[in-house]
């Protein structure tokens, strides 16, 4: 299973920005899928995750601004953020998880400044 993470970069705050997760080896609609984001010292942060039947969850500092979804045609796991906050830049990656296993995307640099 690889994960290739796309679509970080710099952005104003209360800008958006669409994070795409493409994967290869599995096929997303079979996996539960999940974005977190990590900013340098500090945990892994779960930000949202869509189950293989398409249930979503969010942290409740995300809820109403971010919404993950996917294509399964595409075989891609978005994240649309909005509004976003200067404290929410951070290296953010996806995860596939099937089971008891589970495989990371490499994750992509999102920078919310002005």
């Known amino acids: 299973v690889q994960l290739q993470a796309s679509g970080g970069g710099l952005v104003q705050p209360g800008g958006s920005l669409r994070l795409s997760c493409a994967a290869s080896g599995t096929r997303v609609g079979t996996k539960n899928m999940a974005w977190y984001r990590q900013v340098p010292g500090k945990q892994r942060e779960l930000v949202a995750s869509?189950?293989?039947?398409?249930?979503?969850t969010y942290v409740d500092s995300v809820k109403g601004r971010f919404t993950i979804s996917k294509n399964n045609a595409r075989n891609t796991v978005y994240l649309q953020m909005g509004s976003l906050k200067p404290e929410e830049t951070a290296v953010y990656y996806c995860?596939?998880?099937?089971?008891?296993?589970?495989?990371w995307g490499q994750g992509t640099q999102v920078t919310v400044s002005s």
């Open positions: 995860k596939a998880v099937w089971g008891t296993e589970e495989s």
């Open positions: 869509i189950a293989a039947g398409g249930a979503t």
